[in-house]
């Protein structure tokens, strides 16, 4: 069973990351010194050129809009050859990011790194929009460059921490979180600090340090269904189940549709003899996630135990059907494993072909 099953998932990274990126656009433009391109003796056209810190303040305002197309558009008329060409490549990059085109992007920051190499928040913003691509690896590389950079970047650890989670790398992502805990420039929130440290130790299955975390979350978010549930968790793995129920109770209570929580209070449920409130608690699990063997094979076995013979039947229906689904979809994976193997072989022939007709 895993904290995240079902309506359960870990935050979206998204808009956390699109909203540290800012902060390094705004630190961006805000170290830009460059002169003003119209001067008394250039040409009419050119005494009414925007600077290019105007430009970028003109471009940022129209991304905060939700207009990253515009931004481009602006962006597309700046003097790249002008001081400052760093930072304009920089946020085509992120307008590009937003419009969900990487290889572009990509090379625009490429660019904005080649002309300013030791600029941390180049590559804070270069490395959310490889985490905004999915592009974990590359992501990594460039939050860890600006934190090598620049320790105490705004939102450059915070979002490390982030990434390293995504990439299940729980132990390195949760080492960067107690840096940051103990860097007393950091400037993160401590709830999303707390929260990020609760689900690294989680997945760690470090279940004492779970309990301690996620109460910790709770000072700030008392209310949050997912601390009452991985803290009953935690318990349970711990073996003690009667402080393992209340926190269930609660998280069920707080969230009818974890479907998570419903099934192993159940299951508590059943193990401590409480079989009708274990049905309550099963059946509302089965609604949610109706092809759960454990939830149906649960609820079977309390019904054979009462003598229901109908409820016991159905559920006896489901298991089988389920059994039938499951070797369907075992057999239609061999089939695929067997038509790969033929593309591997083959794939050898057609290059020699390939290489035939080029000759």
């Known amino acids: 069973m895993s904290l995240f099953d079902s309506h359960h998932r870990p935050i979206s990274p998204t808009n956390r990351l699109q909203g540290a990126a800012w902060l390094a656009i705004l630190a961006m433009t ?147 979180v107690d840096i940051a805990f103990a860097d007393k420039q950091e400037k993160e929130p401590a709830l999303d600090l707390w929260r990020l440290k609760a689900r690294d130790v989680y997945y760690q299955k470090k279940w004492q340090d779970t309990i301690d975390a996620y109460r910790k979350v709770r000072e700030f978010q008392p209310d949050w269904p997912e601390a009452y549930f991985a803290i009953g968790e935690a318990f349970y793995h711990l073996n003690l189940p009667q402080k393992s129920m209340p926190e269930l109770e609660k998280a069920v209570a707080l969230d009818l549709e974890k479907f998570a929580a419903h099934e192993l209070l159940g299951k508590l449920y059943q193990d401590t003899g409480r079989q009708q409130e274990a049905i309550a608690q099963l059946e509302e699990a089965h609604r949610l996630q109706p092809n759960d063997r454990e939830a149906i094979y649960r609820l079977y076995r309390i019904y054979v135990h009462d003598g229901d013979t109908i409820n016991s039947s159905r559920l006896q229906k489901e298991l089988q059907n389920s059994d039938a689904r499951e070797k369907s979809e075992s057999n239609g994976e061999a089939r695929a494993a067997i038509l790969n193997n033929t593309g591997i072989e083959l794939e050898p022939e057609i290059r020699i072909v390939g290489e035939a007709a080029d000759a």
């Open 30 to 176: 805000g170290q830009l010194s460059c002169p003003l391109i119209g001067v008394a003796q250039t040409s009419a056209v050119a005494q009414h050129a925007p600077s290019t810190s105007a430009l970028l303040d003109q471009a940022k305002r129209l991304v905060q809009g939700g207009d990253p197309q515009g931004a481009l558009s602006l962006l597309e008329r700046a003097d790249l050859h002008a001081p400052g060409a760093s930072e304009i490549h920089a946020l085509k990059g992120v307008c590009l990011a937003l419009l969900a085109k990487p290889i572009e992007s990509t090379e625009e920051f490429d660019q904005a790194i080649a002309l300013r190499p030791n600029y941390a928040p180049t590559y804070l913003s270069s490395g959310l929009a490889f985490a905004n691509f999915d592009d974990l690896d590359r992501a990594s590389a460039r939050l860890s460059t600006a934190l090598r950079l620049d320790p105490h970047l705004p939102g450059a650890r915070f979002n490390y921490a982030l990434v390293l989670a995504r990439a299940g790398k729980y132990a390195e992502s949760e080492e960067q």
